[in-house]
């Protein structure tokens, strides 16, 4: 097994100032990293009169960069080609790599690891009043350098394994375009408003707690993530720990109709799913209302799935209300909204035809899931040395290139 060494990143990583002072009239390409590790991107052109800073530093591909305000969030990169010569702030620091000691992938990987992002964060809560993860703490951060040979095997199986990620998550995006068809493709009914359908929409309550998850067995506020389009994900829950103004009717059933009322952005503000798999003394917070329609007129499982449909929800966002950081809708609007609501029999037909394609959806999220558990697993294995890529491997790269 070869020796690893471990020394300070700025031993081998030298920040880049290539500096640009900026002049009024000129307009800019600018460039950021995406928070929660979603990479590096294009923000658009800009000038003097919307980018306060006077100036700016040029980005060269393969440079390394770093969102200095969601490190604990893997907000690193390594600058891809098409942004060459773009512009970033102070606030996305960029770093040449010694290319005799280190890979930009290599370094990329080691910051994916969950273990270093817990670290950073420890790190930055640790520091009272601090928000940044900044260029001196990159640079004093102690990192793995193995040889140069064993970086390229570890970032080249590493790239596999991301390649079927990716070849997966094209196939589940493609099955979720045909359910939002298969939703669309409703059968045509007497249209009714929603009110003369359901029983009652029901509501929870405001309750202040913290983020903290629920023991086997204790009582819980669902979270608004709980409700996503058409899924429901019942480890979305908060420990409550005082119950006080909660009563049975406020508890979360299997098979209950819940949707969201508010939302930080109006395309998600409506979204409706069947509870399942639901912990006992789950209860409803005051953003999710419960539906109960009339069962001789509306399965609920239906409306499910008809208040999923690109066309209705269209209506919903539409009509939501409220902030930029908070839409909502109301009960007289959601009342109000008209839906086709065929004979109970075509319901049945339309619930089993996209309750088939939602089933292919959820078992490629459950695949997407496992991978990214077993990406995660090995990597950690690969940079903790518990897994040695043989020097033999190298002689199939070669061929490969």
């Known amino acids: 097994m070869s020796e690893w060494k471990t020394v300070p990143a700025g031993t081998v990583a030298t920040q880049r100032k290539d500096v640009v002072t900026l002049a009024p009239g000129v307009e800019y390409r600018t460039m950021g990293v995406r928070w929660y590790g979603r990479g590096a991107y294009d923000r658009g052109a800009g000038s003097t009169e919307t980018i306060k800073a006077k100036r700016l530093f040029r980005a060269h591909g393969g440079d390394f960069v770093f969102n200095r305000i969601d490190t604990q969030n893997g907000a690193f990169d390594v600058v891809p080609a098409e942004l060459h010569g773009a512009l970033a702030t102070n ?11 280190l890979l930009p992938r290599f370094l990329l990987l080691y910051f994916q690891q969950r273990s270093v992002l817990g670290q950073i964060d420890a790190m930055r809560a640790g520091s009272e009043g601090r928000s940044r993860w ?35 998550h094209a196939e589940r995006q493609r099955a979720a375009s045909l359910l ?15 009110s003369s359908v359901v029983s009652g929409i029901q509501g929870g309550k405001s309750v202040q707690t913290s983020d903290e998850k629920p023991k086997t067995g204790e009582p819980a506020v669902l979270k608004l993530s709980a409700v996503q389009l058409g899924t429901f994900v019942a480890s979305e829950a908060k420990r409550l720990s005082d119950l006080t103004g909660y ?10 109709l ?13 979204y ?28 609920e499982t239906f409306l499910a799935h008809l208040l999923c449909a690109p066309s209705v929800r269209s209506t919903i966002t539409a009509s939501a209300r409220g902030t930029a950081s908070m839409r909502k809708i109301n009960k007289a609007m959601l009342g109000s909204l008209r839906l086709p609501i065929p004979s109970l029999e075509e ?40 897994i040695e890529i043989p020097e033999t491997y190298d002689a199939l790269l070669t061929e490969v290139c």
Not at 91 to 101: C, G, K, S, T, W
Request: proline share 6%.
């Open 91 to 101: 606030e996305f620091p960029l770093y040449v790599l010694d290319p005799d000691r």
């Open 134 to 168: 900044k260029e001196a703490d990159f640079e004093a951060w102690r990192i793995p350098l193995p040889p140069l040979s064993e970086q390229r095997r570890i970032v080249d199986v590493m790239a596999a394994v991301d390649k079927q990620i990716d070849a997966l």
């Open 180 to 194: 939002a068809l298969a939703r669309d493709a409703y059968p045509e009914g007497i249209e009714c408003a929603l």
């Open 247 to 256: 009563t049975n009717a406020h508890r979360v059933a299997e098979g209950d």
């Open 258 to 270: 819940l949707i969201t009322r508010a939302s930080g952005s109006f395309d998600r503000v409506g």
């Open 272 to 299: 409706a799913a069947i509870a399942r798999n639901v912990a006992p003394r789950t209860y409803l917070p005051d953003l999710i209302w419960r539906i109960r329609t009339k069962p001789e007129v509306c399965s």
């Open 347 to 386: 319901q049945s037909e339309y619930v089993q035809h996209c309750n088939a394609v939602a089933f292919a959806v959820e078992n490629l999220d459950l695949e997407l899931a496992d991978l990214r558990a077993f990406r995660s697993a090995l990597l950690a294995s690969l940079l903790n040395q518990e």
